[in-house]
Protein backbone atom coordinates (compact mmCIF):
# COMPACT_ATOMS: atom_id res chain seq x y z
CA UNK A 1 0.00 0.00 0.00
CA UNK A 2 1.11 3.55 -0.47
CA UNK A 3 -0.40 5.84 1.76
CA UNK A 4 -0.50 9.08 -0.03
CA UNK A 5 -1.77 11.15 2.53
CA UNK A 6 1.46 10.80 5.11
CA UNK A 7 3.75 10.85 2.16
CA UNK A 8 2.62 13.77 0.60
CA UNK A 9 1.39 16.01 3.61
CA UNK A 10 3.64 13.88 6.20
CA UNK A 11 0.26 13.45 8.54
CA UNK A 12 0.65 10.84 11.16
CA UNK A 13 -1.74 7.41 10.42
CA UNK A 14 -3.12 4.53 11.71
CA UNK A 15 -0.18 1.99 10.35
CA UNK A 16 2.73 3.69 10.22
CA UNK A 17 5.12 1.33 12.32
CA UNK A 18 4.04 -1.78 9.86
CA UNK A 19 4.57 0.26 6.85
CA UNK A 20 7.56 2.86 7.53
CA UNK A 21 9.24 1.06 10.48
CA UNK A 22 8.28 3.76 12.85
CA UNK A 23 5.90 6.11 14.40
CA UNK A 24 3.85 3.20 15.04
CA UNK A 25 1.26 3.87 17.97
CA UNK A 26 2.73 0.61 19.86
CA UNK A 27 6.43 2.03 20.11
CA UNK A 28 8.92 -0.60 19.86
CA UNK A 29 6.62 -3.21 18.10
CA UNK A 30 7.54 -1.65 14.68
CA UNK A 31 9.37 -4.47 12.78
CA UNK A 32 13.03 -3.78 12.16
CA UNK A 33 13.02 -4.42 8.32
CA UNK A 34 10.50 -4.43 6.46
CA UNK A 35 11.16 -8.37 5.25
CA UNK A 36 10.94 -8.88 9.39
CA UNK A 37 7.16 -7.94 9.37
CA UNK A 38 4.52 -10.70 9.77
CA UNK A 39 1.57 -10.58 7.00
CA UNK A 40 -1.58 -8.88 6.95
CA UNK A 41 -3.56 -11.79 6.02
CA UNK A 42 -6.44 -11.66 4.10
CA UNK A 43 -8.61 -15.09 4.84
CA UNK A 44 -11.77 -15.20 2.22
CA UNK A 45 -14.31 -16.97 4.46
CA UNK A 46 -16.67 -18.00 1.67
CA UNK A 47 -16.75 -17.94 -2.33
CA UNK A 48 -20.63 -17.32 -2.25
CA UNK A 49 -21.72 -14.37 -3.00
CA UNK A 50 -25.03 -11.59 -3.52
CA UNK A 51 -23.58 -10.29 -6.35
CA UNK A 52 -21.57 -10.92 -9.07
CA UNK A 53 -19.15 -8.29 -10.01
CA UNK A 54 -17.29 -8.18 -13.25
CA UNK A 55 -13.92 -7.76 -11.63
CA UNK A 56 -14.19 -10.70 -8.69
CA UNK A 57 -10.90 -12.48 -8.22
CA UNK A 58 -12.59 -15.14 -6.82
CA UNK A 59 -15.36 -15.64 -9.65
CA UNK A 60 -17.51 -15.80 -7.04
CA UNK A 61 -21.80 -16.51 -7.47
CA UNK A 62 -25.13 -16.86 -5.60
CA UNK A 63 -24.47 -20.69 -4.86
CA UNK A 64 -22.83 -23.02 -2.44
CA UNK A 65 -19.17 -24.51 -3.03
CA UNK A 66 -18.13 -27.49 -1.17
CA UNK A 67 -15.00 -28.01 0.87
CA UNK A 68 -15.48 -24.91 2.89
CA UNK A 69 -13.40 -25.08 6.44
CA UNK A 70 -15.83 -25.95 9.32
CA UNK A 71 -16.25 -24.09 12.27
CA UNK A 72 -13.29 -26.25 13.91
CA UNK A 73 -11.39 -25.55 11.34
CA UNK A 74 -11.81 -21.96 11.56
CA UNK A 75 -11.73 -21.56 15.41
CA UNK A 76 -7.82 -23.42 15.06
CA UNK A 77 -6.96 -20.69 12.47
CA UNK A 78 -7.93 -17.58 14.28
CA UNK A 79 -6.20 -19.73 17.50
CA UNK A 80 -3.01 -19.86 15.39
CA UNK A 81 -3.15 -16.37 13.47
CA UNK A 82 -3.46 -14.74 17.05
CA UNK A 83 -0.58 -16.65 18.58
CA UNK A 84 1.30 -16.04 15.25
CA UNK A 85 0.66 -12.07 16.31
CA UNK A 86 -0.62 -11.19 12.64
CA UNK A 87 -0.76 -7.68 12.49
CA UNK A 88 -4.08 -7.40 10.70
CA UNK A 89 -6.40 -9.92 9.61
CA UNK A 90 -9.18 -9.19 6.76
CA UNK A 91 -12.10 -10.92 6.58
CA UNK A 92 -12.80 -11.16 2.59
CA UNK A 93 -15.30 -13.34 0.24
CA UNK A 94 -17.23 -13.83 -2.21
CA UNK A 95 -19.46 -12.37 0.54
CA UNK A 96 -18.49 -12.58 4.14
CA UNK A 97 -21.51 -11.40 5.65
CA UNK A 98 -23.19 -14.20 4.20
CA UNK A 99 -21.24 -16.59 5.80
CA UNK A 100 -23.75 -18.35 8.49
CA UNK A 101 -21.18 -18.21 11.36
CA UNK A 102 -19.66 -14.64 10.27
CA UNK A 103 -20.52 -13.22 13.64
CA UNK A 104 -19.09 -15.62 15.93
CA UNK A 105 -16.14 -15.61 13.74
CA UNK A 106 -15.90 -11.73 14.64
CA UNK A 107 -15.99 -12.56 18.43
CA UNK A 108 -14.00 -14.94 18.25
CA UNK A 109 -11.37 -13.16 16.35
CA UNK A 110 -11.72 -9.88 18.38
CA UNK A 111 -11.68 -11.78 21.24
CA UNK A 112 -8.12 -13.31 20.59
CA UNK A 113 -7.38 -9.38 20.41
CA UNK A 114 -6.68 -9.93 16.47
CA UNK A 115 -6.63 -6.19 14.83
CA UNK A 116 -10.18 -7.24 12.07
CA UNK A 117 -10.70 -5.44 9.13
CA UNK A 118 -14.24 -6.76 7.13
CA UNK A 119 -14.18 -6.45 3.05
CA UNK A 120 -17.94 -6.45 2.16
CA UNK A 121 -19.85 -4.74 -0.59
CA UNK A 122 -21.94 -3.50 2.13
CA UNK A 123 -25.48 -4.27 0.92
CA UNK A 124 -26.17 -6.79 3.93
CA UNK A 125 -25.19 -3.96 6.78
CA UNK A 126 -28.30 -3.74 8.44
CA UNK A 127 -28.74 -0.83 11.28
CA UNK A 128 -28.50 -4.30 13.66
CA UNK A 129 -25.35 -5.68 12.00
CA UNK A 130 -23.85 -2.44 11.83
CA UNK A 131 -23.88 -2.11 16.08
CA UNK A 132 -22.45 -5.68 16.27
CA UNK A 133 -19.93 -4.83 14.05
CA UNK A 134 -18.80 -1.71 16.40
CA UNK A 135 -19.47 -4.10 19.39
CA UNK A 136 -16.90 -6.43 18.44
CA UNK A 137 -14.26 -3.64 18.08
CA UNK A 138 -13.60 -4.10 14.38
CA UNK A 139 -11.14 -1.91 12.87
CA UNK A 140 -12.57 -0.64 10.12
CA UNK A 141 -15.27 -2.05 7.68
CA UNK A 142 -14.44 -1.63 3.68
CA UNK A 143 -17.07 -1.34 1.54
CA UNK A 144 -16.60 -1.85 -1.64
CA UNK A 145 -17.78 0.69 -4.56
CA UNK A 146 -16.72 0.96 -8.17
CA UNK A 147 -18.64 4.15 -9.44
CA UNK A 148 -21.77 6.28 -8.42
CA UNK A 149 -25.04 4.88 -9.36
CA UNK A 150 -25.87 2.87 -12.22
CA UNK A 151 -21.71 2.83 -12.91
CA UNK A 152 -21.59 0.97 -9.78
CA UNK A 153 -24.52 -1.13 -10.47
CA UNK A 154 -23.58 -2.30 -14.05
CA UNK A 155 -19.87 -3.56 -12.05
CA UNK A 156 -21.25 -5.05 -9.14
CA UNK A 157 -24.39 -7.21 -12.19
CA UNK A 158 -27.44 -5.83 -9.64
CA UNK A 159 -29.94 -3.25 -9.53
CA UNK A 160 -29.92 -1.52 -6.58
CA UNK A 161 -26.68 -2.40 -5.40
CA UNK A 162 -24.94 1.25 -5.14
CA UNK A 163 -28.04 2.14 -3.06
CA UNK A 164 -27.68 -0.37 -0.82
CA UNK A 165 -24.32 -0.07 -0.24
CA UNK A 166 -24.79 3.85 0.75
CA UNK A 167 -27.24 2.48 3.19
CA UNK A 168 -24.60 0.11 4.31
CA UNK A 169 -21.89 3.13 5.01
CA UNK A 170 -25.25 5.25 6.81
CA UNK A 171 -25.59 2.32 8.87
CA UNK A 172 -22.21 1.99 10.55
CA UNK A 173 -21.59 5.69 10.81
CA UNK A 174 -25.12 6.00 13.06
CA UNK A 175 -23.15 4.20 15.64
CA UNK A 176 -19.45 5.23 14.95
CA UNK A 177 -18.31 2.34 12.87
CA UNK A 178 -15.35 3.19 11.06
CA UNK A 179 -15.49 2.64 7.26
CA UNK A 180 -13.60 3.11 4.27
CA UNK A 181 -14.09 2.60 1.10
CA UNK A 182 -12.40 0.25 -1.66
CA UNK A 183 -12.09 0.69 -5.50
CA UNK A 184 -10.82 -0.79 -8.22
CA UNK A 185 -9.65 1.71 -10.68
CA UNK A 186 -10.34 -0.01 -14.72
CA UNK A 187 -10.67 1.95 -17.66
CA UNK A 188 -14.67 1.32 -17.12
CA UNK A 189 -14.34 4.02 -14.25
CA UNK A 190 -11.36 6.22 -13.84
CA UNK A 191 -13.70 9.19 -15.47
CA UNK A 192 -15.37 9.04 -12.08
CA UNK A 193 -12.72 9.49 -9.53
CA UNK A 194 -13.93 13.50 -9.03
CA UNK A 195 -17.04 11.91 -8.49
CA UNK A 196 -15.93 9.43 -5.93
CA UNK A 197 -13.57 11.54 -3.90
CA UNK A 198 -17.14 13.64 -3.69
CA UNK A 199 -19.20 11.01 -2.98
CA UNK A 200 -16.34 10.69 0.23
CA UNK A 201 -16.03 13.91 1.51
CA UNK A 202 -20.44 14.05 1.10
CA UNK A 203 -20.20 10.68 3.54
CA UNK A 204 -17.62 11.47 5.44
CA UNK A 205 -15.39 8.24 4.70
CA UNK A 206 -12.52 8.25 7.02
CA UNK A 207 -10.06 5.42 4.66
CA UNK A 208 -10.42 5.32 0.89
CA UNK A 209 -8.32 2.55 -1.11
CA UNK A 210 -8.03 2.74 -4.50
CA UNK A 211 -6.95 -0.54 -5.95
CA UNK A 212 -5.01 -0.60 -9.59
CA UNK A 213 -6.33 -3.79 -11.41
CA UNK A 214 -5.00 -7.37 -11.29
CA UNK A 215 -6.10 -9.64 -13.85
CA UNK A 216 -7.25 -12.15 -12.07
CA UNK A 217 -10.74 -14.42 -11.72
CA UNK A 218 -13.22 -12.46 -14.11
CA UNK A 219 -11.06 -9.53 -13.45
CA UNK A 220 -8.59 -10.54 -16.55
CA UNK A 221 -11.56 -9.51 -18.42
CA UNK A 222 -10.91 -6.50 -17.58
CA UNK A 223 -8.44 -3.50 -19.24
CA UNK A 224 -6.14 -1.87 -16.90
CA UNK A 225 -5.39 1.73 -17.12
CA UNK A 226 -3.25 3.17 -19.64
CA UNK A 227 0.26 5.13 -18.72
CA UNK A 228 -1.62 8.11 -19.17
CA UNK A 229 -5.12 7.41 -17.66
CA UNK A 230 -2.80 6.32 -14.31
CA UNK A 231 -0.92 9.36 -14.11
CA UNK A 232 -3.75 11.50 -14.03
CA UNK A 233 -5.94 9.33 -11.63
CA UNK A 234 -3.12 9.83 -8.87
CA UNK A 235 -2.78 13.38 -9.85
CA UNK A 236 -6.42 13.72 -9.22
CA UNK A 237 -5.86 11.34 -6.11
CA UNK A 238 -3.10 14.01 -4.65
CA UNK A 239 -5.16 17.12 -5.47
CA UNK A 240 -7.64 16.07 -3.34
CA UNK A 241 -5.22 14.82 -0.67
CA UNK A 242 -3.91 18.02 -0.12
CA UNK A 243 -6.77 19.93 -0.04
CA UNK A 244 -8.17 17.70 2.79
CA UNK A 245 -4.67 18.68 4.37
CA UNK A 246 -5.45 22.21 3.87
CA UNK A 247 -9.08 22.09 5.50
CA UNK A 248 -7.43 19.72 8.68
CA UNK A 249 -9.78 16.93 7.60
CA UNK A 250 -8.08 13.55 8.77
CA UNK A 251 -8.54 10.97 6.25
CA UNK A 252 -6.52 8.25 4.72
CA UNK A 253 -6.08 7.52 0.72
CA UNK A 254 -3.82 4.76 0.15
CA UNK A 255 -3.56 3.06 -3.37
CA UNK A 256 -2.90 -0.78 -3.51
CA UNK A 257 -1.04 -3.35 -5.81
CA UNK A 258 0.84 -1.17 -7.76
CA UNK A 259 3.96 0.32 -6.16
CA UNK A 260 5.16 2.67 -9.14
CA UNK A 261 2.69 4.26 -7.23
CA UNK A 262 5.77 5.27 -4.95
CA UNK A 263 8.42 5.87 -7.62
CA UNK A 264 5.66 8.88 -9.60
CA UNK A 265 5.18 10.10 -6.25
CA UNK A 266 8.56 10.64 -5.57
CA UNK A 267 9.13 12.37 -9.10
CA UNK A 268 6.61 14.63 -9.02
CA UNK A 269 7.73 15.51 -5.06
CA UNK A 270 11.53 15.87 -7.01
CA UNK A 271 10.18 18.28 -9.90
CA UNK A 272 8.25 20.49 -7.32
CA UNK A 273 10.46 20.30 -4.64
CA UNK A 274 8.60 19.19 -2.77
CA UNK A 275 8.86 19.54 1.17
CA UNK A 276 8.05 16.50 1.94
CA UNK A 277 10.26 14.38 -0.93
CA UNK A 278 13.39 13.81 1.68
CA UNK A 279 11.41 11.81 4.31
CA UNK A 280 8.85 10.74 1.83
CA UNK A 281 11.86 8.61 0.02
CA UNK A 282 13.07 7.62 3.14
CA UNK A 283 9.24 5.87 4.28
CA UNK A 284 9.32 4.15 1.07
CA UNK A 285 12.84 2.81 0.40
CA UNK A 286 12.74 1.17 4.37
CA UNK A 287 9.15 -0.24 3.01
CA UNK A 288 11.23 -1.72 -0.45
CA UNK A 289 7.89 -1.94 -2.50
CA UNK A 290 7.03 -5.09 -3.89
CA UNK A 291 10.02 -7.01 -2.77
CA UNK A 292 8.64 -6.76 0.69
CA UNK A 293 4.51 -7.68 -0.32
CA UNK A 294 3.38 -11.01 -1.27
CA UNK A 295 4.62 -13.99 0.17
CA UNK A 296 5.79 -11.55 3.23
CA UNK A 297 4.21 -8.64 4.30
CA UNK A 298 0.41 -10.38 2.99
CA UNK A 299 -0.62 -12.76 2.83
CA UNK A 300 -3.79 -14.64 1.86
CA UNK A 301 -6.32 -17.97 3.17
CA UNK A 302 -9.07 -19.06 0.90
CA UNK A 303 -12.44 -20.67 1.48
CA UNK A 304 -10.85 -24.16 0.80
CA UNK A 305 -7.85 -23.43 3.44
CA UNK A 306 -5.14 -23.01 0.91
CA UNK A 307 -2.39 -20.51 1.73
CA UNK A 308 -1.67 -17.96 -0.96
CA UNK A 309 1.11 -15.26 -1.22
CA UNK A 310 -2.22 -13.01 -1.88
CA UNK A 311 -5.43 -12.78 -2.85
CA UNK A 312 -4.90 -12.64 -6.27
CA UNK A 313 -2.09 -15.36 -6.79
CA UNK A 314 -4.12 -18.60 -6.39
CA UNK A 315 -2.17 -20.29 -8.54
CA UNK A 316 0.74 -20.15 -6.01
CA UNK A 317 -0.35 -22.51 -3.27
CA UNK A 318 1.91 -23.04 -0.14
CA UNK A 319 0.15 -25.32 2.09
CA UNK A 320 -2.97 -25.78 3.54
CA UNK A 321 -4.78 -24.88 6.66
CA UNK A 322 -6.72 -28.40 7.06
CA UNK A 323 -3.47 -30.09 7.61
CA UNK A 324 -0.99 -27.54 8.63
CA UNK A 325 -1.33 -24.13 10.81
CA UNK A 326 -0.92 -21.09 8.89
CA UNK A 327 2.23 -20.02 11.21
CA UNK A 328 4.41 -23.35 10.41
CA UNK A 329 3.52 -23.19 6.19
CA UNK A 330 4.56 -19.01 6.64
CA UNK A 331 7.71 -20.28 8.53
CA UNK A 332 8.84 -22.07 5.53
CA UNK A 333 8.15 -25.96 7.53
CA UNK A 334 6.23 -27.10 4.83
CA UNK A 335 8.39 -29.52 2.74
CA UNK A 336 6.44 -29.23 0.06
CA UNK A 337 6.02 -25.26 -1.16
CA UNK A 338 8.88 -24.24 1.53
CA UNK A 339 11.26 -23.88 -1.91
CA UNK A 340 9.02 -22.31 -3.73
CA UNK A 341 8.00 -19.48 -0.99
CA UNK A 342 11.59 -18.82 -0.34
CA UNK A 343 11.83 -18.10 -4.08
CA UNK A 344 9.54 -15.98 -3.67
CA UNK A 345 10.97 -13.62 -0.90
CA UNK A 346 14.35 -13.94 -2.53
CA UNK A 347 13.23 -10.70 -4.31
CA UNK A 348 13.48 -9.11 -0.93
CA UNK A 349 16.57 -10.91 0.25
CA UNK A 350 18.80 -10.61 -2.13
CA UNK A 351 20.80 -7.05 -2.56
CA UNK A 352 18.86 -4.52 -4.61
CA UNK A 353 22.15 -5.15 -7.43
CA UNK A 354 21.24 -8.63 -7.35
CA UNK A 355 17.51 -8.42 -7.34
CA UNK A 356 17.87 -5.84 -10.52
CA UNK A 357 20.46 -7.94 -12.71
CA UNK A 358 17.48 -10.86 -12.72
CA UNK A 359 15.12 -8.87 -13.66
CA UNK A 360 13.71 -8.44 -17.32
CA UNK A 361 12.00 -6.02 -18.88
CA UNK A 362 11.98 -2.31 -17.79
CA UNK A 363 12.30 -2.76 -14.61
CA UNK A 364 15.89 -4.52 -15.07
CA UNK A 365 17.24 -0.32 -15.84
CA UNK A 366 15.05 1.28 -13.91
CA UNK A 367 16.30 3.89 -11.76
CA UNK A 368 13.18 4.06 -9.13
CA UNK A 369 13.93 -0.36 -8.56
CA UNK A 370 15.11 0.27 -5.22
CA UNK A 371 11.55 2.28 -4.39
CA UNK A 372 9.13 0.03 -5.64
CA UNK A 373 11.07 -3.25 -5.70
CA UNK A 374 9.66 -4.14 -9.32
CA UNK A 375 5.89 -2.86 -9.02
CA UNK A 376 3.55 -5.46 -7.81
CA UNK A 377 4.87 -9.42 -8.47
CA UNK A 378 1.53 -11.50 -8.94
CA UNK A 379 0.80 -8.57 -11.58
CA UNK A 380 4.10 -9.30 -13.19
CA UNK A 381 3.56 -13.45 -12.75
CA UNK A 382 0.52 -13.12 -14.40
CA UNK A 383 2.10 -11.30 -17.35
CA UNK A 384 4.87 -13.18 -17.55
CA UNK A 385 3.51 -17.05 -17.99
CA UNK A 386 4.34 -16.99 -14.20
CA UNK A 387 7.71 -15.79 -13.94
CA UNK A 388 8.04 -12.95 -11.00
CA UNK A 389 11.24 -11.80 -12.52
CA UNK A 390 9.41 -10.03 -15.04
CA UNK A 391 8.09 -6.31 -15.31
CA UNK A 392 4.93 -5.66 -13.91
CA UNK A 393 3.37 -4.31 -17.33
CA UNK A 394 1.11 -1.83 -15.07
CA UNK A 395 4.04 0.26 -14.42
CA UNK A 396 3.44 3.89 -16.25
CA UNK A 397 6.65 5.59 -15.60
CA UNK A 398 7.97 6.90 -18.67
CA UNK A 399 11.37 6.05 -20.09
CA UNK A 400 13.22 9.26 -19.16
CA UNK A 401 11.38 8.82 -15.68
CA UNK A 402 12.92 5.11 -15.24
CA UNK A 403 16.55 6.66 -16.52
CA UNK A 404 16.78 9.00 -13.59
CA UNK A 405 19.52 8.19 -11.22
CA UNK A 406 18.01 7.28 -7.75
CA UNK A 407 20.23 7.92 -4.60
CA UNK A 408 18.91 6.23 -1.37
CA UNK A 409 18.35 7.85 1.77
CA UNK A 410 19.75 7.16 5.14
CA UNK A 411 17.56 4.34 6.37
CA UNK A 412 14.56 5.44 8.58
CA UNK A 413 14.87 5.48 12.21
CA UNK A 414 12.40 2.69 14.47
CA UNK A 415 10.77 3.58 17.28
Not at 160 to 178: E, L, T
Request: with cysteine; net charge neutral.
Amino acid sequence: MINLTKLWTGAAQPADGLRYGHGSPHGSCAPTAARARKPITVWNITRTCNLRCVHCYSDSNAARYPGELTWKEMQAVVDDLAAYQVPALLFSGGEPMIHPRFFDLVDLASSKGLKLTISTNGTLITPEKAALLKAANVAYVGISLDGIGQIHDQFRRKEGAFDAAVRGFKNCHSVGQKTGLRLTLTRHNVQNIDKILDFIEDQEIQRVCFYHLVPAGRGSELQVLAADEARGAIDTLLARVESWHRQGVERELLTVTQPADGAYLLVRMQREKHPNLSEAQRLLAWNGGGANSSGRGIANIDTQGNVHPDQFWQDVTLGNVKRQPFSRIWDEQNPDSAAQLAAIRSIGLLSQEQRQMRMTGPCATCGWFGICGGGFRTRAAFCNQGDFWGSDPGCYLRDEERATLYTPAPPAAVG
